[in-house]
Nanobody, 124 residues
Framework: QVQLVESGGGLVQPGGSLRLSCAASGMILSIYAMRWYRQAPGKQRELVAGISNDGRTNYADSVKGRFAITRDNAKNTVFLQMNSLKPEDTAVYYC??????????????????WGQGTQVTVSS
């Protein structure tokens, strides 16, 4: 079973910090780009940050200078360090990755994978 599992969400006060983690597991051959998306109630899912397999990063304008995406290729894990959090950062955060992996004993294919999401709530 190939999967992405997020952790690290929770409730934090405005101005606080959280660190999200997302670990990929299963029969994985290669992981390419990894990304964090978020979806607030009543809004569309939006890209927060992305990182290529060689470390190049990109960020949504709303989080530049506050969030940092990193990855540990040896552990198939991506992180999102979130600082100076604001109430408008409240959302479910999803991990996304392009991976070459083997599903259900079949052949290796390259697909888009999603985690189950982790809730981040910024409130006093």
């Amino acid at each position: 079973q190939v999967q992405l599992v997020e952790s690290g969400g929770g409730l934090v006060q405005p101005g606080g910090s959280l660190r999200l983690s997302c670990a990929a597991s299963g029969m994985i051959l290669s992981i390419y780009a990894m990304r964090w998306y978020r979806q607030a109630p009543g809004k569309q899912r939006e890209l927060v940050a992305g990182i290529s397999n060689d470390g190049r990063t990109n960020y949504a304008d709303s989080v530049k200078g506050r969030f940092a995406i990193t990855r540990d290729n040896a552990k198939n894990t991506v992180f999102l360090q979130m600082n100076s959090l604001k109430p408008e950062d409240t959302a479910v955060y999803y991990c996304n990755a392009d991976m070459t992996a083997r599903r259900n004993g079949g052949s290796y294919t390259t697909d888009d994978y999603w985690g189950q999401g982790t809730q981040v709530t910024v409130s006093s």
